[in-house]
């Protein structure tokens, strides 16, 4: 059952479940090692293999988001990064804990004015350079060190505010680029209610290639409708043979953008041959076919590039 390897930390592991306070083993790369060794600020020599560093020791942003906890409304559990640094400081600690902290930091800057001293009067003992410190001497300290502290937390939040202006500029850059229901679907990992403009945009790639669609959605993890909701959204389209009434509602709308060049059309009569078997129409509920070739005509701009189908 280990205790928390910070000098002057009380956390306790039999304690965790009371607290909320996980711990955790020091890293194994050497370098992030020896940043956590030196953090714990321990004047002792400790098995480093065997210790651990409790939670209240680290920021928020120090830890992973548990997405699968979120996703399955349960326990979350508190994974380090890979980057993440211990900070000697007196957040979530008791009293008592806050004491014993401010006792090492203390000591800590005692001996970096004794070592000062030294290589001032170039002694070799750094231990009978300074003479035992007053009372006075002690609140000099003491001060020295909560300024100290008030600086590194001044720094930190500087350095956490940066951070979230960071973060928020790429939050603007993604809101431009997704939609609503892709970064549902990013934050999430689902969306129940895909936007029509999703679902085109999703429907046009399939068309241009079945291959292509799953590449985009499946290796490259673009948020996109999956292929199930595509035939569901289909299945509630229907037109019927003759000349098509959404067609002629969405030229009415469209018509205010065009230019009066655009506005110069013409129509297009073409025959497309089609598989002859029999169509069931969900909607319609009818059979169609079979038909081996069918009519269409377009509505295509002189000199732009729209062309809208509204006759088949």
């Given at each position: 059952m280990p205790c928390c390897a910070v000098a002057g930390c009380s956390n306790h592991s039999r304690h965790s479940k009371e607290t909320g306070i996980s711990f955790h083993r020091f890293p194994t790369d050497i370098d992030l090692r020896k940043q956590w060794v030196n953090a714990c600020k321990r004047a002792d020599e400790f098995k480093v293999d065997n210790a651990k560093v409790c939670s209240a020791h680290f920021g928020e942003h120090d830890f992973e988001r548990d997405l699968k906890s979120e996703l399955l409304n349960t326990k979350s559990r508190r994974i380090l990064k890979n980057t993440a640094v211990p900070f000697f400081g007196l957040s979530n600690l008791n009293e008592r804990a806050i004491s014993r902290l401010k006792r090492v930091e203390s000591r800590e800057t005692k001996k970096q004015i004794s070592n000062i001293f030294c290589e001032i009067a170039n002694i070799d003992?750094?231990?009978?350079?300074?003479?035992?410190?007053?009372?006075?001497?002690?609140?000099?300290?003491?001060?020295?060190?909560?300024?100290?502290?008030?600086?590194?937390?001044?720094?930190?939040?500087?350095?956490?505010?940066?951070?979230?202006?960071?973060?928020?500029?790429?939050?603007?850059?993604?809101?431009?680029?997704?939609?609503?229901?892709?970064?549902?679907?990013?934050?999430?990992?689902?969306?129940?209610?895909?936007?029509?403009?999703?679902?085109?945009?999703?429907?046009?790639?399939?068309?241009?290639?079945?291959?292509?669609?799953?590449?985009?959605?499946?290796?490259?993890?673009?948020?996109?409708?999956?292929?199930?909701?595509?035939?569901?959204?289909?299945?509630?389209?229907?037109?019927?043979?003759?000349?098509?009434?959404?067609?002629?509602?969405?030229?009415?709308?469209?018509?205010?953008?065009?230019?009066?060049?655009?506005?110069?059309?013409?129509?297009?009569?073409?025959?497309?041959?089609?598989?002859?078997?029999l169509c069931y129409d969900n909607v319609e509920d009818r059979i169609l076919g079979p038909y081996s070739m069918v009519q269409v005509i377009v509505v295509r701009s002189i000199v732009g590039k729209w062309k809208q189908p509204v006759f088949l």
């Open positions: 003992e750094p231990s009978d350079a300074i003479p035992e410190s007053t009372n006075d001497e002690n609140l000099i300290v003491n001060d020295k060190s909560e300024s100290e502290y008030n600086l590194l937390l001044n720094k930190q939040l500087a350095e956490a505010i940066a951070k979230i202006s960071v973060l928020e500029n790429k939050l603007k850059s993604y809101e431009s680029l997704f939609t609503k229901s892709q970064q549902q679907y990013i934050l999430q990992g689902q969306c129940r209610s895909w936007s029509q403009e999703d679902v085109s945009k999703a429907i046009t790639l399939r068309c241009i290639s079945k291959k292509a669609f799953s590449f985009v959605r499946d290796v490259l993890k673009h948020p996109l409708p999956s292929e199930t909701t595509i035939k569901r959204r289909l299945s509630h389209f229907s037109i019927k043979p003759g000349f098509i009434d959404m067609s002629l509602k969405v030229m009415e709308t469209q018509v205010n953008v065009f230019s009066d060049f655009e506005k110069n059309v013409v129509l297009c009569y073409d025959e497309m041959k089609v598989n002859s078997d």
